[in-house]
């Protein structure tokens, strides 16, 4: 009696304590939740007696209580395991490469699912409560009367299971289901309360406390919603650990098992009709793993899976989800030990179904092969490229029938191949059609298909770019094509520069090439050479389009692989052609050459036998490039580009074009040559190679190089210099009819005439390098005194005169063993040239070249750009 007083007393004090802090119109303010939760914990009479000493609303205290639970946002009661966090963004922390590694093995099935634990251990309140849900001692029941008069009563079920209502009394509701009490309680107010009805509902639910044993995660005594089942306690203990059984999760109760949980059953087909709930004191038991096998390969489900006694094959790949449409059944393999040896098992799944496995075993579904056995591939420059369904007596023109639909409008229907691989020995056998022939239906070339044949069907340009001049490119494939050649001439520049490749020979091909295709048909083909060596490749040279290799074909003939070579060009010889083999005699390699006759090799009426490794060589038509390009420029009375037969000379196209204008200057003339421009490009590679092996053994035998610099800057320059390819020629005695120095022609040649010049340059090292007007009282030294003179590092000895028709003169000549030096006679259009002394640097005879030859450029240069 005496500890009831003091509970009582301590409980006053309490609520006294909540109230105080608010003045007397306490009812307009807010009470914190923890200040509601105590209230609420103080009994019912001292509720009431409290909030009539202070002037509160009992009912509005209630409902602001449940406000604040409402607006407070649900507490997270499960988390990730430790190691399986997030970061503060909800994205997963990155992994290192070990870990991601791990990830990719296969994994236990279903036990991620329950891989979480607790941040709490304080029961769930607000999960909703079903009908059959049984009312026991310390649930909460909400009460809402309305009618007459609103009242609100949170009541609580005694130890007794008695539920008192304020001016009803108590009623006996432990035991009963939650859609009874509602029932009861409504029909009590209905019958006793004249003009009052009530709405009931939960609040609050008894806690409990049950065991989670066994191979549990984290396990131990919980303390538990009532409404806790099976799974939801797992879940609460963190799930299971890494040896735990999922097919016999036992619930005890009492010291017997109530239950027997397959979670298999919930996981896989959704059955939760034994997860049942937990009552005061029960035991989830969680035993070891039983036998555990691994499916993998074409299943919908790859992972690892435990298996009860009895348990098949069938079993197992049906826990997996079932198998993909391209599994196949019929050679699944098994690894797993027999008789204390590891061993594979091939069996046909679909006879052996209930094949029984064993703990440990691995199932690997294959994938059935990706080839189609009842298809024809069509490939190249076609308009739906693919698989096409197979018929027998399916031919080329039941898939390719007209040109402008099936095929693309830079198809080359005179070539197209068929591959066939033979399915017993995979030997790949070629068929050669003219593609046109086959669509009109000719027998010849409309050749019956065979299951697995590809058809291919080639293009008739080689490279990208002449595909998009001929206009059949789009716009997004020239975008794409020109940001590849960006990309293909920066590697090529990121080369040393001896791997380069010249900007002509950056080719992309495009993908319907014959270049692209055959490679991957000559491919196949090289695998596969006969037991007598021999290749089973076809070269073709020559006047044809495209010359190359071309695989042998089964139809092989003359006519068939100039079609492959993309046709005849128009200089090709057609009375006469050679076929060049070699023929083993007594096991030594004899070359041997047959000669025939194009034209009737072409029409067929001469049967030239084709064999492997053949070179088919088309030749010219003789003097078929008998005629070249001239381009004649400046003084000529009618300039422009010449077409001269070979062996013409330069007197001819000078006289054809008119002859010189009254104002040429004929000493100056220019003629360039390609040839010759091609040979000074590798002289001057050469050269400054040359020049730089010099520097390099000087500053290792000699202490280094001196200005270093300005060395390196004429290498550069050296380098850099583009040539002219000029041919020093006397036109002035060649027009006056010299035929001793006259010139023959040749495809490419340019003629530059200049204008009059009166002027003598001076460049090299002088002061003021510059142009005057000829004067010829003035002697070279004359010039030079009035550029300001020789520099420093001037070579006076060597000073030389480049004439206007590009012959070189040394400044003096002597004439004789006694007699003395003359200096040269200068003429209009002169270059007086100093060059570099060279002397302090061991008299390195390459520098004094490397300055002739770039002085002479510079002349060169200055009399073709003066037109």
Known sequence: ????????????????????????????????????????????????ALARQYGIDLSMLERQGASARASQPEPETLRPRDGMQQDANGREEEEDEEKAKKDKELKPFGYSIFAAQPTTFAPVNNAPVPGNYRIGAGDSILVQLYGQESLSHNLIVDREGRLTIPRLGPL????????????????????????????????????MQIFVLGEAHQPGAYT????????????????????????????????ETIVEFDLYDLLINGDASKDRLLQPGDAVFIPSRGPLVTIDGEVIRPALYELKSGETLTDAVRYAGGT??????????????????????????????????????????????????????VTGAVSRKGAVEWQRGMRVNDILRSPTQDVLPDAD?????????????????????????????????????????????????????????????????????????????????????NQREQADELKIYHENSRKMILDRVLARVRTQGQVDGTGRTVRVSGEVRFPGEYPMTENASVA????????????????????????????LANTDYVAFNLYDALMGNANIEVRARDQLNIFRIPEWYNTVEVELEGEVRFPGTYAVRRGETLQNVVERAGGLTEYAFVEGAVLT???????????????????????????????????????????????????????????????????????????????????????VSIIGEVQMPSTYRFDDSLSVIDYIERTGGIKRRGDDKRIFVVRADGSVMPYSQRRGWFSSSNEVALRPGDTIVVPLNTSYKDNLDLWATSTQILYQMAVAFAAVNSI
């Open 1 to 48: 009696m005496k500890q009831g007083i003091i509970s009582t007393g301590i409980a006053i004090l309490l609520a006294t304590s909540i109230f105080t802090s608010f003045s007397a119109p306490v009812y307009s303010q807010e009470l914190t939740e923890a200040q509601i939760e105590q209230f609420k914990r103080l009994p019912r009479a001292q509720q009431e």
């Open 673 to 759: 040559r390609e040839e010759i421009r091609e040979q000074e490009r590798a002289r001057l590679a050469a050269l400054s190679q040359e020049l730089r092996q010099e520097m390099a053994s000087i500053s290792l035998t000699e202490g280094g190089v001196t200005n270093y610099g300005e060395l390196n800057q004429l290498l550069n320059d050296l380098g850099g210099a583009e040539p002219v390819g000029r041919l020093v020629v006397d036109l002035k005695q060649i027009l006056s009819g010299d035929t001793s120095r006259d010139i023959e022609l040749r495809d490419g040649d340019r003629l530059v005439v200049p204008g009059q010049r009166r002027t």
């Open 413 to 497: 229907l005179n070539y197209a191949l068929i591959v066939r691989e033979d399915t017993e020995t995979f030997e790949v056998n070629l068929y050669q059609i003219d593609l046109a022939s086959a669509m009109r239906g000719d027998p010849e070339h409309n050749l019956l298909l065979q299951a697995r044949d590809e058809l291919i069907v080639f293009g008739r340009f080689q490279e990208s770019s002449q595909r998009v001049q001929a206009g059949f490119a789009s716009d997004e494939e020239i975008a794409a094509l020109e940001e590849e050649r960006e990309e293909l001439e920066l590697e090529n520049s990121l080369k040393p520069e």
């Open 172 to 207: 006996t509701v432990a035991g009963l289901t939650y859609d009874e009490l509602k029932e009861i309680v409504r029909n009590e107010v209905n019958t006793r309360m004249i003009g009052m009805q009530a709405a009931v509902s939960m609040g609050e639910l008894r806690s």
């Open 560 to 587: 068939g692989y100039v079609a492959a070579a993309g046709g005849l060009r128009d200089s090709a010889h057609l009375a006469r052609a050679e076929i060049t083999r070699t023929v083993m005699q007594d096991g």
């Open 324 to 377: 993909t449409a391209s599994a196949h059944m019929a050679s699944l393999r098994i690894q797993g030990v027999r008789e204390g040896v590891r061993q594979v098992m091939s069996l046909n799944a679909e006879r052996q179904a209930d094949y029984q496995l064993r703990d440990g075993d691995m199932v690997y579904v294959p994938r059935i092969a990706e080839v189609f056995d009842n298809a024809v591939s």
């Open 224 to 255: 538990v919603s009532s409404l806790t089942t099976i799974s939801q306690a797992l879940l609460a203990s963190g799930g299971v650990s890494d040896i735990a059984s999922l097919r016999n999760v036992q619930l005890k109760r009492a010291g």
